[in-house]
């Protein structure tokens, strides 16, 4: 592992860099979350605009039902 904000080979297991003191295991779990969340966001956008697209649909349909009536 690479120490982000000094660029110094970690040795395995690190959770301090040992040139510049950043705590690499808590940046590291950070960027996880911040991967995940982005994930989530990025699945729940979907759904939503599918339900969107579901329902534009549906609108559509009934707005042609009515103008046949």
């Known amino acids: ?3 982000k904000k000094c660029d110094t080979t ?3 297991g690190s959770l301090i860099c040992p ?3 950043e705590k690499v295991a808590l940046t590291e ?4 979350i911040k991967a995940a ?5 990025e ?3 979907a759904q939503l605009q599918k339900e ?4 534009v649909e549906r609108t559509e349909i009934e707005a042609r039902e009515i ?3």
């Open 1 to 3: 592992m690479i120490c």
């Open 10 to 12: 970690l040795p395995e």
């Open 19 to 21: 040139t510049c003191g």
């Open 29 to 32: 779990q950070k960027e996880k």
């Open 37 to 41: 969340k982005e994930k989530t966001l």
């Open 43 to 45: 699945i729940e956008l």
């Open 52 to 55: 969107y697209d579901e329902i």
């Open 67 to 69: 103008e046949n009536r």
